[in-house]
């Protein structure tokens, strides 16, 4: 019997699903944080509905890069059409760490299906960009605006190629002015990893602008992969993305209201369920916790550990890929007898009271 | 177990029966009287009418672009939960579970997504495979992809082309093609903003109408039942009648479906320069029995226009209601999602009554499909309100009363006496829909049929009968019973299965790899990744 943990103590695995059944559903006010594969975020929102729990991913990013689609929508690209056809790519604040390899590979490659067989790089953001270094001498110009900030920075860019008057000038504006006159397609590549609401909104006005008389078009590349999955499957099989609730049976979405970490942060919980790689946020108060993680040793402060294994490693699963811009089957590289979050959520709901 | 729908008026136009008679199920299929046998249940159908199950061969009901269109309108589905009934989107079934739930209710049991993505065809499956009780089917949308453009630039034989088609058909579990725009998208991304069926893609040198001609030519040769599926140029434009006219003109005798013509049946005349060109239309779709159509109706009300015409979503924009909208550039046709709200006015009521036009005014009901385009006429579930519209002229003259008078005097719609019969309801979307996708096992009620049937309490109110089954069986299951779903099962997605070339399998696998740095691995999957038993079912393609 594999082993997972109650408290400290080993326990079998089918002990402590039972015992996370109970906790679960006893709990007024339960959260769910989902940081796994497609099925696992089916089967934790499933639970989510049969307990009444409000769900989330953990990174803000995740939040940012959902507000972009339901606020205010934009104009967006494919990785692939990046690739084969952005004669101009602009880099907008930090990218998430994993998609350095697809900049690197805009760096050694030239688009095919438009262009002079050539690419321009410029960047608004301070810090390096995937191959490329933070300073004018690589093949990346970068834009900066002297006494704001990069919300403020992309603002005034915006404001320069509108043709309207600015305070500070944004330095090498003109340069880009004049790759953007001659490109054929340009491409935005950033993150709610590395951008505010404000500047997320403000790069969608800029793509606006120009796809009046040009093409332009924005790389969102997810914060996380499997918080964008999650997002995906939330919307279909809810009809509304991460941070809702079923606390009043049917799903509400509230951005604010359902942020699981600021319910955690402010004591509204009294229990967190984690399912992920990672760790968890300290628990706040009298709140339990029950962990579902890669794990060999019991999750600190958890009232409950139980090992699931990596997606797409220790089993198959389904995950978002960045790379394609949708879902891919991933075959377990270094199958285990792991558990998937799928497995272990949907024996939590066999265990639960039919009543709950 | 031996089951007997007993009593009921059956309406079956394949099989030639229309009286009153009894039907038998056993073991998921539709069976013979079986001779000194009682059935186990029997299901009181007196009053009733018994038809097969319906299928809705163009409803947008899964996949990036339609999740998309929720994730861009969250306040409608969150308006919609304390208020069903006085919100917009009201009745939109929006999440793949109400989807087939509000499906089922209303008496249909397979359903065809019309424009599937092939690098997108896990998530689009994976949704579908989330919507219980019906069947689902798809379209693989091809003709504005490198690879294709690329093939019929470079003249490549017919043989290579349909190798292409088959495999993608193959690995992204699809049941047919379709092409949107033709052109139109590769077009755009190098910023053109009107293209037409002659137009050139730029750095293709290929027409839109060469697209189409190759595609419908791979389509009848590699045997797939179902023919091009067309969504044509110059969508919604006034004028777009030529556009339409062209197309169908260049079917040259071989079968083209053309979908949602409601959309292409605008003239320009009037002082507004937007007038119905739909008399013409049918007339010409009339004559020309290569060419079937589905309608795109218009129903009034809130929705959201869901579309992998990017050029047409691009230039829709400006009228988004609430005002947003998403545009993908995505790697072939990409897509647009733009909400919007059809009103009783001029331009709303005039394309209200031009979709009721081409229904009443195409003769041969095995060649006019019933569709809203859902959801960019109206959502599915304004299907009875429909079906009662065209079963009953004075329901037409009623809705009329509150409509653009100016409108409605550029159509000939309030002359038309014409008024669908039941057998004609069921062609159209029972036996018709089955032929046209190649369905043999459905559609019809002869035994050895699979048991999809729908069962109407018959009564004044058409859209009552039609809006609330009295029973529906699925595979023999019942599922409905007085309206309600009584019982949920997983359904499965229909395909075809060709096989792929093998000396294409390779081309296309060095291709990707050198033009995407991606393997193939992107467009196929296993059938695990769907974590559903059985999740396809496959058809034969024509010998």
Redesign the interface.
């Known amino acids: 019997m594999a082993v997972a943990w109650i408290g400290n103590r080993d326990a079998p695995v089918q002990h402590a699903v039972e015992q996370a059944a109970e906790l679960l559903a006893a709990s007024r006010c339960p959260v769910i944080s989902i940081d796994t594969d497609i099925h696992g975020t089916r089967a934790a929102i499933a639970l989510a509905e049969r307990i009444g729990a409000a769900y989330d991913h953990p990174f803000e990013g995740v939040a940012r890069e959902t507000a972009t689609f339901t606020d205010r929508g934009g104009i967006f690209v494919s990785p692939g059409e990046v690739r084969r056809r952005a004669d101009v790519v602009v880099v907008v604040g930090d990218l998430p760490a994993y998609s350095r390899e697809f900049v690197s590979e805009l760096a050694e490659t030239v688009p095919d299906l438009a262009g002079d067989n050539s690419r321009s790089f410029f960047s608004v953001t301070g810090t390096p960009i995937g191959p490329f270094p933070a300073d004018n001498q690589g093949p990346v110009t970068h834009l900066s605006c002297k006494g704001t900030d990069l919300t403020g920075t992309v603002a005034a860019l915006r404001a320069h190629l509108a043709g309207r008057r600015i305070s500070s000038p944004v330095e090498n504006a003109d340069r880009l002015s004049k790759a953007l006159g001659h490109a054929r397609f340009t491409a935005f590549l950033c993150s709610g990893a590395g951008l505010d609401d404000l500047a997320l909104e403000m790069v969608q006005g800029l793509a606006a602008d120009l796809n009046k008389k040009a093409r332009a078009s924005i790389l969102l590349i997810p914060t996380s992969e499997a918080g964008w999955g999650s997002v995906l499957v939330s919307t279909w099989t809810t009809g509304l993305p991460l941070r809702t609730s079923f606390s009043r049976g049917a799903p509400e979405f509230d951005p604010w209201r359902w942020n699981v970490g600021r319910m955690i942060e402010e004591g509204e919980v009294d229990l967190h369920l984690w399912i992920g790689a990672g760790s968890p946020p300290a628990k706040n108060g009298d709140s339990k916790l029950i962990a579902l993680t890669k794990t060999g040793q019991p999750v600190a402060d958890a009232a409950i550990t139980i090992p699931i294994g990596e997606p797409g490693a220790d089993h198959d699963a389904v995950l978002l890929s960045a790379r394609t811009g949708t879902l891919a089957a991933r075959p377990a590289s270094e199958p285990s007898r792991m558990p998937a979050a799928a497995t272990v959520i949907n024996s939590i709901l066999e265990h639960l009271d039919p009543t709950c | 177990m031996l089951t007997k729908i007993a009593g009921g008026e059956i309406i079956d136009p394949v099989g030639g029966r229309h009286g009153v008679g009894d039907l038998w199920i056993e073991d998921g299929v539709i069976v013979d009287p079986p001779a000194g046998r009682n059935a186990e249940t029997t299901v009181d159908a007196s009053g009733c009418i018994v038809m097969a199950g319906a299928i809705d061969i163009h409803s947008h009901i899964?996949g990036?672009n339609?999740?998309?269109a929720?994730?861009?309108l969250?306040e409608h589905?969150?308006a919609h939960?304390?208020r069903p009934s006085e919100t917009p989107l009201s009745n939109l079934g929006?999440?793949?579970?109400?989807t087939g739930r509000l499906y089922a209710q209303m008496g249909f049991t397979t359903v065809v997504e019309p424009a599937m993505a092939p690098?997108?065809a896990?998530?689009t499956h994976?949704?579908l495979a989330?919507i219980p009780i019906i069947d689902k089917a798809t379209l693989a949308v091809l003709g504005n992809d490198?690879f294709l453009l690329s093939l019929i630039r470079d003249n490549a034989s017919s043989s290579m082309i349909e190798d292409y088609v088959a495999w993608t058909v193959a690995s992204s579990r699809a049941l047919g093609a379709k092409v949107i725009n033709a052109g139109g998208s590769a077009a755009?991304?190098?910023?053109v903003r009107r293209f037409s069926l002659d137009d050139i893609v730029p750095?293709y040198g290929v027409s839109s109408r060469k697209i189409v001609k190759t595609l419908q030519m791979a389509v009848q040769n590699l045997g797939i039942p179902h023919p091009l599926h067309v969504h044509c140029n110059n969508l919604g434009m006034p004028g777009s009648v030529d556009t339409a006219a062209a197309t169908i003109a260049a079917a040259e005798g071989v079968p083209l479906h053309l979908a949602h013509l409601q959309f292409y049946g605008y003239g320009t005349e009037g002082k507004r320069r937007f007038s119905s060109a739909a008399s013409q239309l049918a007339e010409q779709v009339n004559a020309t029995p290569e060419i079937t159509i589905d309608v795109g109706q218009v129903m009034f009300g809130q929705t959201v226009t869901i579309s992998s015409d990017v050029l047409r979503q691009?230039s829709a924009r400006g009228n988004a209601h609430p005002k947003?909208?998403?545009?993908?550039?995505?790697?072939g046709n990409?897509g647009g999602?733009v909400p919007y709200r059809y009103r009783k006015d001029f331009y709303g009521s005039l394309q209200w009554a031009i979709g009721l036009e081409l229904f009443l005014l195409i003769t041969d009901p095995w060649r006019v499909f019933f569709t809203t385009d859902h959801p960019n006429g109206a959502p599915f579930t304004a299907y009875p309100a429909l079906f009662e519209l065209l079963m009953s002229k004075e329901a037409r003259r009623e809705m009329a009363e509150g409509l653009s008078a100016s409108a409605l005097a550029l159509t000939t719609l309030l002359a038309i006496d014409r008024e669908y019969t039941l057998e004609e309801i069921a062609v159209m979307t029972r036996a018709a829909p089955a032929r046209l996708l190649g369905l043999k096992d459905r559609g019809n009620l002869a035994a050895g049929a699979i048991a999809d049937v729908a069962v109407y309490r018959k009564g004044k109110d058409i859209a009552k009968m039609f809006g609330s089954a009295a029973f529906v069986f699925k595979d023999g299951e019942l599922v409905v019973k007085d309206g309600e779903v009584v019982a949920h099962r997983w359904g499965r997605a229909l395909r075809l299965a060709p096989q792929p070339d093998k000396t294409m399998v390779r081309r296309l696998e060095a291709y990707h790899q050198e033009?995407?740095?991606?393997s193939l691995?992107?467009f196929d999957?296993?059938d695990?990744?769907i974590?559903r038993e059985q999740p396809f079912s496959e058809v034969a393609c024509a010998a």
């Open positions: 899964g990036g339609v999740n998309t929720r994730l861009l969250p589905h969150s939960l304390p929006w999440t793949a579970f109400q690098g997108n896990l998530h994976l949704e989330d490198d755009f991304k190098e910023n750095s691009f947003k909208s998403v545009i993908f550039d995505g790697d990409g999602i033009r995407y740095g991606l691995d992107w999957f296993p695990w990744a974590a």
